[in-house]
């Protein structure tokens, strides 16, 4: 049962082109072999690949003479190297890194046909030819997955625990989720994206086109919630699905992305510090959007706020005026009382004079 439903989430999966775009040939003078019908670069090799599966698969590794890092690069489910190869060039040279792609079981000029756990095998010769044939490190390699080719990057993924950076280009779910809006995950589904990406260690971006039609831009979003080491997603106004790489904030965002995980760790804590932000950001996107469209309305109550702080600093001046009021009753009042002791005092003062004067008669009476 389980390989009935695997060959049928292989025919949704799985386009690869036919005929293949480009043949392969070998140099008559070199040896080497070539893409045909582009033309040989220096820094290119053209590799073929043995996979634990059994097949082999065709792989690129382009060199750049700056780089610090290497994209492994898994293309869509429609596309073939050949497809790829001018883009795999421009990004090597724009973001100044070593680029190896390939092509899964069954697509080009591989052998084999495609599937589910052919793929996850494909991803895995070419990682190893990275560490073996080139002394990649770990640490050093960007895994990119476009598509259907996020299945095999986050089944690898979590895997290599010093993994630099993942990056996530119009990501699925799962192979299930991109038909029906299933709620659980089922054991027969393919690609279960969204149980592997809160495995993943390293920092991820997600770019994907708010005008997707293909995989709704809910899968990215979806998965960019679930990560750990969230970086700055890019949500492409109007882009599809087979179109990002047209719109200029796509190169930009992506330089910036491998410019930041290329620092050191302790760098690299602004920026989380940043992401955070901008998740903080993004969660009052709403509130600021209403507040946005009601200017006039904001203007209004902001002047309306200046008369009750009048008011407020009137209402303060009477206290004052009221406590002084108080006070100098008050000194009025002790002042009455004072002068009231006083008389009090003289009174007394002409009593006791008047009583000694009586006491001087009478002591004058006697002696006479």
């Given at each position: 049962?389980?390989?009935?439903?695997?060959?049928?989430?292989?025919?949704?999966?799985?386009?690869?082109?036919?005929?293949?775009?480009?043949?392969?040939?070998?140099?008559?003078?070199?040896?080497?072999?070539?893409?045909?019908?582009?033309?040989?670069?220096?820094?290119?090799?053209?590799?073929?690949?043995?996979?634990?599966?059994?097949?082999?698969?065709?792989?690129?590794?382009?060199?750049?003479?700056?780089?610090?890092?290497?994209?492994?690069?898994?293309?869509?489910?429609?596309?073939?190297?050949?497809?790829?190869?001018?883009?795999?060039?421009?990004?090597?040279?724009?973001?100044?890194?070593?680029?190896?792609?390939?092509?899964?079981?069954?697509?080009?000029?591989?052998?084999?046909?495609?599937?589910?756990?052919?793929?996850?095998?494909?991803?895995?010769?070419?990682?190893?030819?990275?560490?073996?044939?080139?002394?990649?490190?770990?640490?050093?390699?960007?895994?990119?997955?476009?598509?259907?080719?996020?299945?095999?990057?986050?089944?690898?993924?979590?895997?290599?625990?010093?993994?630099?950076?993942?990056?996530?280009?119009?990501?699925?779910?799962?192979?299930?989720?991109?038909?029906?809006?299933?709620?659980?995950?089922?054991?027969?589904?393919?690609?279960?994206?969204?149980?592997?990406?809160?495995?993943?260690?390293?920092?991820?971006?997600?770019?994907?086109?708010?005008?997707?039609?293909?995989?709704?831009?809910?899968h990215g979003k979806q998965l960019w919630e679930l990560c750990k080491d969230k970086y700055e997603p890019l949500w492409i106004k109007s882009g599809n699905h087979c179109d990002l790489e047209l719109y200029p904030e796509y190169i930009r965002h992506l330089k910036k992305f491998v410019s930041t995980v290329e620092k050191s760790p302790s760098q690299r804590n602004s920026s989380r510090r940043s992401t955070d932000h901008f998740e903080l950001s993004r969660k009052s996107t709403d509130v600021f959007e209403a507040a946005r469209k009601s200017t006039d309305r904001r203007e209004k109550p902001r002047r309306s706020t200046d008369r009750p702080e009048k008011l407020k600093i009137q209402s303060n001046n009477v206290d004052k005026l009221e406590k002084l009021r108080m006070s100098f009753d008050q000194m009025e009042r002790s002042r009455r009382s004072v002068d009231c002791i006083e008389k009090s005092r003289k009174s007394i003062d002409h009593q006791l004079e008047r009583a000694r004067k009586s006491v001087d008669r009478l002591d004058r009476v006697r002696t006479g």
């Open positions: 049962m389980g390989g009935v439903t695997s060959s049928m989430a292989a025919k949704f999966a799985f386009f690869p082109p036919s005929p293949p775009s480009y043949k392969l040939v070998t140099d008559e003078l070199t040896g080497l072999l070539l893409l045909s019908p582009f033309p040989h670069r220096e820094n290119v090799e053209v590799l073929k690949l043995p996979t634990r599966r059994g097949t082999e698969i065709v792989a690129v590794y382009i060199r750049h003479p700056m780089a610090t890092s290497t994209l492994l690069y898994s293309h869509g489910n429609a596309a073939d190297l050949g497809q790829m190869y001018e883009l795999f060039i421009e990004l090597s040279i724009h973001l100044r890194v070593n680029l190896m792609g390939y092509d899964y079981s069954g697509y080009g000029q591989s052998t084999g046909k495609p599937s589910e756990q052919h793929t996850y095998a494909d991803i895995e010769a070419a990682y190893k030819c990275l560490e073996e044939s080139y002394g990649t490190k770990q640490e050093d390699i960007i895994l990119y997955g476009q598509s259907v080719g996020s299945g095999p990057t986050l089944d690898l993924a979590p895997r290599l625990p010093r993994l630099r950076a993942v990056v996530l280009h119009s990501p699925i779910l799962s192979g299930l989720r991109v038909m029906y809006p299933v709620k659980r995950t089922y054991w027969f589904d393919i690609y279960k994206n969204i149980d592997k990406i809160p495995l993943v260690n390293c920092p991820v971006l997600i770019i994907h086109g708010t005008a997707d039609e293909v995989v709704d831009c809910s």
